[in-house]
Antibody, heavy 119, light 109 residues
Framework: QLHLQESDPGLVKPSETLSLTCTVS??????????WAWIRQPPGRGLEWIANIYYSGTTYYTPSLKSRITVSVDTSKNQFSLKLSSVTAIDTAIYYC???????????WGQGTLVTVSS | QSVLTQPPSVSAAPGQKVTISCSGS????????VSWYQQLPGTAPKLLIYDNDKRPSGIPDRFSGSKSGTSATLGISGLQTGDEADYYCGTWDSSLRGVFGGGTKLTVL
């Protein structure tokens, strides 16, 4: 059974870089026709799609965050990662990783990890 | 401000049916599949409907989806108190980036 687990950075200081890793088990991250995605949800608010990556390294980023985001994949560890630079309080959110079928749905989600930006 | 537009809240009595709308444009819903997600309080979203109208294994047929033009609709019949949750529609834009609706809070009276 597919399982996705986000790392837990907890508290990140303003202006620093938020780093998250999603570990995938129960499936290979190199599986064809699937991207691996990051989504976030500020407390009490809706979902925001951030980015996704294919195992080959092809990435898509949401325009509003593109200048601050780096997404990468490590096929040897069956993991993919998100780095968000120059964070501020508005980046405080629950961050989810998920598996995404090409041009379709997000069919499996991690439990999410709350990242708080505060000094 | 979300790319897709959903009503903030809907409500209905147990056993009744409710529909949740999701409005977009030709650059997103109009040319891509729509999916729906259920988020129970304190949990991660869960896929409810994919490819406009298909249900993943384990999702009861009380949940249905449809799409017409640049809008989509989620239907929930035989409402149960356990259906109280936030519901989100999602799709892709012309640049293959994901977009969501703002979410709809369902209250079962």
């Amino acid at each position: 059974q597919l399982h996705l687990q986000e790392s837990d950075p907890g508290l990140v200081k303003p202006s620093e870089t938020l780093s998250l890793t999603c570990t995938v088990s129960g499936d290979s991250i190199t599986r064809s026709n699937y991207f691996w995605a990051w989504i976030r949800q500020p407390p009490g608010r809706g979902l925001e799609w951030i980015a996704n990556i294919y195992y080959s390294g092809t990435t898509y980023y949401t325009p509003s965050l593109k200048s601050r985001i780096t997404v990468s994949v490590d096929t040897s560890k069956n993991q993919f990662s998100l780095k968000l630079s120059s964070v501020t309080a508005i980046d405080t959110a629950i961050y989810y990783c998920a598996r995404q079928r090409i041009s379709s749905d997000l069919d499996n989600w991690g439990q999410g990890t709350l990242v708080t930006v505060s000094s | 401000q979300s790319v897709l537009t959903q009503p903030p809240s809907v409500s209905a009595a147990p056993g009744q049916k409710v529909t949740i709308s999701c409005s977009g444009s030709s650059s997103n819903i109009g040319n891509n599949y729509v999916s729906w997600y259920q988020q129970l309080p304190g949990t991660a979203p869960k896929l409810l409907i994919y490819d406009n109208d298909k249900r993943p294994s384990g999702i009861p047929d009380r949940f249905s989806g449809s799409k017409s033009g640049t809008s989509a609709t989620l239907g929930i019949s035989g409402l149960q108190t356990g259906d109280e949750a936030d519901y989100y529609c999602g799709t892709w834009d012309s640049s293959l980036r994901g977009v969501f609706g703002g979410g709809t809070k369902l209250t079962v009276l």
